[in-house]
């Protein structure tokens, strides 16, 4: 120091103020300042965005095909060619430049406009494939960890192999002889899913070892399987923050170098836990779990839905082994994170659409069930069926209702209406849903406390209702007259299912009546 720069030395003293312990009145007043700050900043551009959006989307002729949003969306096409992304999605990208946050309300007016929830759903879903909706999400800043493993891959292996597969314990006993095969084969998976990412323009690095560090879980019953105890993250770390998409195989490895075979859940929950990820996406064949019926269980609250599903008789070994473990995953994660099972060519429904695509399980709300409609929540459940309906009711609708009972989420969020119908069966008079809630899974759940509460239940939707494709997936009868549509549950006698149907079809409006009624 002398030497170089010379002089005498200066010592550097910076006075630090005295500590105060913050207090409830000046925190609230950050938070609420902030959150002010923040709607009026994102909120205003977020909806001007919209606005622009949709007017380019209409003219010159009100056909999207042909709009100014088109043309200049078709010049960014060869760019959006290396990406594996249509001229919608370069949009999107375009106005997210601006704010991440525009990018699903664009996606909403480009694949939206005049197609109905359902297909622009699937209007989605086939403009993206796996690994395309992968890169748009690491083109918007959003970096997912791709865990994987090869199970069918290394059965087919195996068996040209001439090698017994044996499962123990649902673990597959790892003979060196099995690791022989399946250690090329993990790799040969690891590098085509890099690959694939790349080919869509994304860098994509594959990290084969160094994250989970494992002793033997049993070596004399299991061979060659480990069991993790310790998660390092270090080389995920540097791949993420070098903006590269990390693509992690279910290796581990011993402290002496011994490679192991772990099993892809085992795994997947070790490093979920060490990284605490908002939201988890399982891709399986069957694309989420499935009811007696073989339908995909659309959302399921562990609170509500967990002791009831796992009493039942066609919840066995793999489903009941999967809820068990997602159970486990999710209790060590805030309550905010959930889990999405989904099949690949679902992916991008799930990952942009309020809706999503498979099985949604979150720790969830409670369902609550009130036998009375107080003054306060009147007041609430009006507000949350005109928002949703964007219709006005009727003054004194709760007056004098017949009522069977009102389930709701904690939050409100999502609400059913039950009223005595004919003969004293249940009948579905309201059920409303915000589209936050519905992303948050509240709606299948208040559904499914609602089916669970009233095994027997009808009620009846507008055939225009974009909803009522979804009543039809749920219901067992249906019956279309009109302008309606009159649905059943649990109802088998014959003659009280037209009882219900006449019922239901003959219901005064419960709405003030408009010019389009």
């Given amino acids: 120091h002398e030497l170089v720069l010379g002089g005498e030395h200066v010592t550097f003293i910076m006075e630090l103020p005295l500590y105060h312990v913050p207090n409830a009145h000046t925190m609230g007043l950050s938070v609420w300042q902030r959150t002010v700050d923040f709607v009026k900043e994102a909120g205003g551009v977020i909806l001007v965005v919209s606005v622009v959006v949709w007017a380019l989307s209409t003219w010159p002729e009100g056909q999207i095909e042909t709009s100014y949003l088109a043309a200049v969306g078709r010049l960014l096409v060869p760019l959006g060619a290396l990406m594996g992304l249509g001229w919608q999605m370069m949009v999107a990208l375009l106005t997210s430049f601006i704010r991440k946050e525009n990018t699903i309300a664009t996606l909403g007016v480009l694949y939206g406009s005049g197609a109905g929830g359902a297909s622009a759903t699937a209007a989605l879903g086939a403009a993206l494939t796996p690994a395309a909706a992968l890169a748009f999400l ?89 069991d993790i105890r310790r998660v390092e993250l270090e080389a995920v770390r540097d791949v993420v923050h070098r903006g590269v998409l990390p693509v992690v195989a279910c290796l581990g490895e011993s402290p002496t170098g011994q490679v192991m075979n772990i099993n892809a859940d085992v795994a997947a929950r070790e490093l979920i836990w060490e990284v605490e990820p908002h939201k988890i996406i399982f891709l399986t064949g069957t694309g989420g779990l499935l009811d007696e019926s073989g339908r995909i269980i659309s959302a399921i609250s562990l609170r509500t839905d967990y002791e009831w599903l796992v009493e039942q008789d066609w919840v066995h070994s793999g489903m009941l082994l ?34 999503g695509a498979g099985t949604l399980i979150r720790v969830g709300e409670e369902i609550v069930e009130h036998r009375e409609i107080s003054p306060e929540l009147a007041e609430r459940v009006a507000t949350l069926l005109e928002q949703s309906f964007g219709r006005t009711l009727k003054p004194g609708y709760f007056d004098d209702l017949p009522l069977e009972c009102v389930l709701c989420s904690e939050s409100l969020g999502a609400m059913a209406i039950v009223l005595r119908g004919v003969d004293g069966l249940p009948y579905l008079d309201k059920f409303a849903v915000t589209p936050e809630a519905q992303g948050a899974g509240l709606g299948a759940a208040v559904w499914q406390a609602l089916v669970h509460r009233c095994p027997q239940l009808y ?33 088998e006698d014959f003659d009280q299912l037209r009882k219900c149907k006449k019922d239901s079809l003959r219901r005064e409006e419960s709405w003030v009546e408009t010019e389009h009624d």
């Avoid at 001439?162 to 597959?172: D, F, W």
């Avoid at 860098?203 to 070892?209: L, M, P, T, Y």
């Avoid at 099972?341 to 679902?346: A, G, K, L, Y």
Wanted: glycine share 8%.
């Fill in 459 to 491: 009620w009846r939707s507008r055939t225009v209702n974009p909803v009522t494709p979804w009543y039809f997936d749920q219901a067992d009868a249906s019956f279309t007259e009109d302008k309606w549509v009159a649905f059943s549950v649990g109802i």
């Fill in 322 to 355: 999967k809820l068990e473990q997602i159970r486990q995953l999710l209790s060590g994660l805030p309550e905010s994170a959930s889990v999405s099972i989904t099949s690949v060519e679902n992916l991008a429904k799930e990952l942009f659409t309020h809706r």
């Fill in 138 to 226: 690491a083109n918007l800043g959003l970096m997912p960890i791709i865990l994987h493993g090869a199970g069918p891959q290394l059965d087919v292996a195996l068996e040209q192999a001439s090698i017994e597969t044996v499962k123990r314990r649902g673990l597959r006993v790892t003979t060196p002889d099995v690791m022989e095969v399946a250690r090329p084969v993990i790799y040969r998976a690891n590098r085509r899913l890099v690959s694939a990412l790349e080919d869509q323009g994304v860098r994509a690095q594959g990290i084969q070892h160094g994250v989970f560090v494992c002793d033997y879980l049993d070596q004399d019953e299991l061979g060659l399987v480990g």
